[in-house]
């Protein structure tokens, strides 16, 4: 057991450069289980590290963060020349280290991170970053054609931060094209991974055989062919696209309209807004969801769903009337692209952001969404959804460009089978549909 606690997920590029400084240190680092997105979004966690990012480091003094920092604390554990021997030397350390944080680290992530589905993608965007790494991997390789190392004659800091930074590169963007114009970047940087301490952390490096590539879905908006296109129609049911005089009317028109007198556009009607009342309440489920306690859940949440129930603690003595199939439908969706989803936390940033994207319909609508994991380490994801009205709102469909890479299944709810399913992502059972449910995300 060690002192020193580091919270990363495994194959943390960022965690690594402090784990190989360990290893030359001689320092023993303890590597937690660690769960993303709970863990480090506990309140525990949240005392070390309030940005809730790791690789987080726990040391007897209190914590560290922010990985070239935690890097820099950990090589100075023990002097094993990891800053060089003179002022000059650490000088140069330094300069590298920042070096390859800015000018090589930020503009690769800027290239990879739309390619792993963290940001959008930008055609323009990513040409950029591409001529950033170019240029400064061509300074690199100028540099390193007369130096065995950054720094001296042996490993410094500079070449684990600097060799660590670029591991993405060399293992998913440069192909051999593109190794062949940097070939002493690729000399030191082999030379750096096949080191035991470097090994003992990274395992096996293998060089990329293709430049990993965007592959836009149907009706991606990153995609410029997709552009025009609508997102595919839901499996049973053709959705009504909203009505044309639900547009804004254009701000001259509407002054025009007023004799002339100024008037700001009128907003858009909420074409869910114009449907026959329903006796259920939106926001009354949505209140009897969060209200009612965990050990009673299933009595009165999910079978006041069906009957009605009083809404648990209501300051109003609130009583939601039961779901109403004419004002209301409920839906299954599934990702589409199960084989895609295959690093955890990945998979939940893509269903946080797809819940975060459709603000817009929150007054109608309410999710559940499971991340399950099946045998074949991949993590599929399914969900349960309650719409006002019978059709996926419209908004949803022309705004959201996640719809289309799920399938859509409208529900019978009158189906006994269908109101098990929808218990138990409601309950948030340990299996849905036999698959071990990791994660939930809910629409509320
Ligand atoms: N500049 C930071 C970056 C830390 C960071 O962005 N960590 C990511 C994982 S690579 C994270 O913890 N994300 C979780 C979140 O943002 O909720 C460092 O080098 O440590």
Sequence with gaps: MSNLRLYTFPGNKNAWKAQIAAEYVGVKLDVPAFEM?????????????????????????????????????????????????????AALVEQWIEFSTLNIDAPMSSWLYPLLGFMDYDKKKEEAAIVMVKKNLDILDEYLASHTYLVGNSVTLADIIGAANLYHGYTKLFDEAFRKDFPNVQRWFLTLVNQPAFKNVMGDVVLAKETMKYTPKKNDKAAPAAKES?????????????????????????????????????????????????????????????????????????????????????????????????????WFCEYKYPEENTVNFIVMNKVGGFLQRIDYVRKHAFAVMSILKDDKGQFPIRGMWIFRGQEIPAIMQEECFDLPLYEWTKVDTNDAAVRERISALLCEEDKIDGLENVEVKVFK
Excluded at 47 to 65: D, I
Excluded at 266 to 278: F, Q
Excluded at 309 to 325: C, M
């Design 37 to 89: 997105g709970k863990t480090n979004k506990s309140p525990q966690f949240l005392k070390l590290n309030p940005n809730g990012k790791v690789p987080t480091l726990q040391t007897p003094e209190g914590a560290v963060w922010e990985s070239n920092a935690i890097a820099r604390y950990v090589a100075r554990l023990a002097d094993k020349g990891l800053f060089g021997v003179t002022a000059f030397d």
């Design 230 to 330: 609508k997102p595919a129609a839901p499996k049973e049911s053709k959705p009504e696209q909203p009505k044309k005089e639900s547009k804004p009317a254009p701000a001259k028109e509407a002054a025009a309209a007023d004799n002339g007198e100024e008037k700001p556009a009128p907003k858009p009607k909420d074409p869910l807004a114009l449907l026959p009342p329903s006796k259920m309440i939106m926001d009354s489920w949505k209140r009897l969801y969060s209200n009612t306690p965990g050990a009673k859940f299933k009595e009165i949440c999910v079978n006041g769903l069906w009957n009605g129930a009083d809404v648990p603690n209501s300051p109003t003595n609130e009583h939601f009337e039961g779901f109403d199939p004419e004002g209301y439908s409920i």
